[in-house]
């Protein structure tokens, strides 16, 4: 095999595997809000025990 020939394989692997690539990878979501949903949620639960014992 030439190399012109190898080039060409080259060439054409790389346009064949650019769509399987990222080129710009999106960054993982923080989770700093995690603290704060898991209070809200702990909030809500409170809140609605203390009105299903208050209707019994």
Not at 4 to 17: G, T
Request: aromatic fraction near 6%.
């Amino acid at each position: 095999m030439m190399v012109a020939d190898m080039n060409k394989l080259e060439q054409a692997a790389r346009v064949s595997m650019s769509g399987f690539q990222d080129a710009d990878p999106q960054p993982a979501p923080r989770s700093s809000h995690l603290p704060f949903r898991l209070g809200a949620v702990a909030l809500l639960a409170a809140v609605a025990l203390t009105a299903a014992l208050q209707l019994f």
